[in-house]
Nanobody
Framework: QVQLVESGGDLVQAGGSLRLSCVASGSIFRINAMGWYRQAPGKEREQVARVTSAGTRNYADSVKGRFTVSRDNAKNTVYLQMNSLKSEDTAVYYC??????????????WGKGTQVTVSS
């Protein structure tokens, strides 16, 4: 099994910055894509940013130019640098990892989430 632990969520004022981290541990064979989703109260979970094993990055239109996703493969860690935060960025942020192994094939794993609250 692959376990994911997020950290870095906090209460911040609009215009501020936060950096989220997510560390993968457990029975890791190969991590493919790593990324972040978020879910605001009363809304569906949405993809925020994603980075593949080749380094290709994708972002939701609402965060382009403000958020940067990166990964450290040696540490099995994915980061989300969030700048110029807005009140609409308030949500629980979830880490998501796509993993491949000979014993389980391709599996998707989720963290428990970290709360980001942006005050206006």
């Amino acid at each position: 099994q692959v376990q994911l632990v997020e950290s870095g969520g906090d209460l911040v004022q609009a215009g501020g910055s936060l950096r989220l981290s997510c560390v993968a541990s457990g029975s890791i064979f190969r991590i493919n894509a790593m990324g972040w989703y978020r879910q605001a109260p009363g809304k569906e979970r949405e993809q925020v940013a994603r980075v593949t094993s080749a380094g290709t990055r994708n972002y939701a239109d609402s965060v382009k130019g403000r958020f940067t996703v990166s990964r450290d493969n040696a540490k099995n860690t994915v980061y989300l640098q969030m700048n110029s935060l807005k009140s609409e960025d308030t949500a629980v942020y979830y880490c998501c990892v796509e993993h491949s192994s000979p014993w389980a094939g391709v599996t998707v794993h989720w963290g428990k989430g970290t709360q980001v609250t942006v005050s206006s």
